[in-house]
């Protein structure tokens, strides 16, 4: 084996009469330790946008929610609530009533999902609204706390007195004239992309009273420990539940983001190994080259008794020695890159004057990215399993030559 070894690193250094052996030895190692470091790179902007998904996106949308099929809403809120609270699943429970209206400002209206909260959910929404806002929120009943990029629509400013409009239907389905709530802008939350056109956030109380509710609040928000395991989840407890609900859950209303990455690292993943795979069969022209070239030695070596293992072992080594040469440079630069890459995109963004990501369209306005190290270790482990497969047909052709007709 060390034998071996020290062949393989003598014929690597050795002169290459033919330069055109050298250019493709020398692409395939490019080519490995680029598809390695765009894997890496690109993998981990994928683990960034889950990240921020979990925590921008999920945290102002429940996980999971139980709400009831009439007017009664949640029956024994508060057993249930101790109840659910106790499910070693579920993170937190909280009362809500929701309502779709319209807001109305100087004349000016703007669609609106309102979402009827108890003061103390603070925590819920910390990323979201300042302490300072959700204090003023806190202390005025009749307050309500809506998106930035509605409040930017309407030109509305803290303090400034807003309508609601809220539809209501009669037992025969039809439209009454909807019901008008005044509420005081207390502040604003930031969610990011179009969420940010869309929530608002009002008092428990005069949310279940505007709607009609009988109980306390409609439904149930749910904040789940594991958030992918909301489908399953939901379901277990709403089949269970004593009263009739409908059940609900992230995964409907906004897992096609979640879905969007999912597809998305798939597609980069084939396409890069793809790549890594092109960049190995030039590895396997390079080391037939190197057979054809380096035959007399191949020669010299069996008529002083080298084995067809050892002859086999050479080349592999000198063909995985490329690839490792490779995947060891391109995931040193994607380890160093990879963590400070929304930095780098923030700097090249300020140089040359473009926005990658819009916050108007996209649910952030920057790259996230996030190394995880198992990643890294896939990518690695594959390149090297390729690069390995690579050399064994060449290096069996090495096997072949006859010292006889190559020493003529």
């Given at each position: 084996?060390?034998?071996?070894?020290?062949?393989?690193?003598?014929?690597?250094?050795?002169?290459?009469?033919?330069?055109?052996?050298?250019?493709?030895?020398?692409?395939?190692?490019?080519?490995?330790?680029?598809?390695?470091?765009?894997?890496?790179?690109?993998?981990?902007?994928?683990?960034?946008?889950?990240?921020?998904?979990?925590?921008?996106?999920?945290?102002?949308?429940?996980?999971?929610?139980?709400?009831?099929?009439?007017?009664?809403?949640?029956?024994?809120?508060?057993?249930?609530?101790?109840?659910?609270?106790?499910?070693?699943?579920?993170?937190?429970?909280?009362?809500?009533?929701?309502?779709?209206?319209?807001?109305?400002?100087?004349?000016?209206?703007?669609?609106?999902?309102?979402?009827?909260?108890?003061?103390?959910?603070?925590?819920?929404?910390?990323?979201?609204?300042?302490?300072?806002?959700?204090?003023?929120?806190?202390?005025?009943?009749?307050?309500?706390?809506?998106?930035?990029?509605?409040?930017?629509?309407?030109?509305?400013?803290?303090?400034?007195?807003?309508?609601?409009?809220?539809?209501?239907?009669?037992?025969?389905?039809?439209?009454?004239?909807?019901?008008?709530?005044?509420?005081?802008?207390?502040?604003?939350?930031?969610?990011?992309?179009?969420?940010?056109?869309?929530?608002?956030?009002?008092?428990?109380?005069?949310?279940?009273?505007?709607?009609?509710?009988?109980?306390?609040?409609?439904?149930?928000?749910?904040?789940?420990?594991?958030?992918?395991?909301?489908?399953?989840?939901?379901?277990?407890?709403?089949?269970?539940?004593?009263?009739?609900?409908?059940?609900?859950?992230?995964?409907?209303?906004?897992?096609?983001?979640?879905n969007d990455i999912q597809l998305v690292r798939t597609v980069v993943y084939i396409a890069l190994v793809l790549v890594i795979a092109v960049a190995c069969?030039?590895?396997?022209?390079?080391?037939?080259?190197?057979?054809?070239?380096?035959?007399?030695?191949?020669?010299?070596?069996?008529?002083?008794?080298?084995?067809?293992?050892?002859?086999?072992?050479?080349?592999?080594?000198?063909?995985?020695?490329?690839?490792?040469?490779?995947?060891?440079?391109?995931?040193?630069?994607?380890?160093?890159?990879?963590?400070?890459?929304?930095?780098?995109?923030?700097?090249?963004?300020?140089?040359?004057?473009?926005?990658?990501?819009?916050?108007?369209?996209?649910?952030?306005?920057?790259?996230?990215?996030?190394?995880?190290?198992?990643?890294?270790?896939?990518?690695?482990?594959?390149?090297?399993?390729?690069?390995?497969?690579?050399?064994?047909?060449?290096?069996?052709?090495?096997?072949?030559?006859?010292?006889?007709?190559?020493?003529?």
């Open positions: 084996m060390a034998l071996a070894w020290q062949l393989a690193k003598r014929f690597r250094r050795a002169k290459v009469q033919n330069r055109f052996i050298s250019f493709i030895s020398m692409s395939s190692t490019v080519g490995i330790g680029l598809g390695c470091f765009v894997l890496i790179t690109l993998l981990s902007v994928m683990n960034g946008f889950e990240r921020e998904l979990t925590q921008r996106i999920l945290t102002v949308i429940p996980h999971g929610e139980l709400y009831s099929t009439d007017k009664t809403g949640i029956e024994n809120l508060d057993a249930q609530l101790y109840r659910l609270n106790q499910d070693p699943r579920i993170a937190k429970v909280e009362p809500y009533t929701p309502l779709t209206g319209m807001l109305q400002f100087k004349g000016e209206l703007k669609a609106i999902s309102l979402t009827g909260i108890a003061a103390d959910a603070q925590n819920t929404f910390s990323r979201q609204v300042t302490d300072e806002h959700w204090q003023n929120f806190a202390l005025n009943s009749d307050s309500v706390l809506i998106g930035q990029g509605i409040a930017n629509k309407l030109d509305i400013e803290v303090d400034d007195t807003v309508q609601a409009l809220i539809p209501v239907t009669t037992k025969d389905l039809r439209f009454s004239a909807p019901t008008s709530i005044t509420l005081t802008v207390a502040g604003f939350m930031h969610v990011g992309g179009e969420l940010d056109n869309q929530l608002g956030l009002m008092h428990l109380a005069k949310a279940t009273a505007a709607a009609g509710i009988e109980g306390q609040a409609l439904g149930m928000r749910f904040t789940l420990h594991d958030p992918f395991s909301a489908y399953i989840t939901m379901r277990d407890i709403g089949y269970s539940y004593p009263q009739a609900v409908y059940m609900s859950d992230w995964t409907r209303t906004q897992g096609h983001l979640y069969f030039n590895i396997v022209s390079s080391l037939v080259m190197a057979v054809r070239e380096k035959q007399p030695a191949i020669a010299i070596l069996k008529t002083m008794g080298a084995t067809d293992t050892l002859i086999r072992r050479t080349f592999m080594f000198q063909g995985v020695l490329n690839g490792l040469i490779g995947i060891v440079v391109g995931v040193t630069l994607a380890i160093i890159i990879a963590p400070n890459l929304s930095t780098i995109v923030k700097f090249l963004e300020g140089v040359f004057g473009v926005e990658v990501l819009s916050g108007d369209i996209y649910f952030i306005d920057f790259l996230p990215s996030a190394l995880m190290w198992q990643d890294v270790v896939v990518t690695c482990v594959v390149a090297i399993i390729m690069s390995v497969l690579a050399t064994w047909y060449p290096a069996h052709k090495a096997t072949k030559v006859s010292p006889s007709q190559s020493l003529h």
